[in-house]
């Protein structure tokens, strides 16, 4: 009797713990939307460097 019940408690706390994992997992992801707005663009003259500010939205 005492084996199944050592049994029990054991497969009940290691869902527990993947449990938890699982749920603090979901709450520590952050949204991955970011977006950005070109506020201006500057091209040298031979085409070869181009610099552009971007504004995080």
Do not use: A
Not at 36 to 54: A, D, F, M, R, Y
């Amino acid at each position: 009797m005492k084996k199944w019940l050592w049994i029990m408690l054991s497969v009940g706390v290691i869902t527990l713990v993947f449990m938890m994992n699982y749920f603090i997992d979901k709450s520590q992801q952050q949204p991955n939307i970011i977006r950005s707005v070109s506020l201006t663009t500057s091209t040298s003259p031979n085409q070869q460097n181009i610099v552009e500010v971007k504004k995080d939205v």
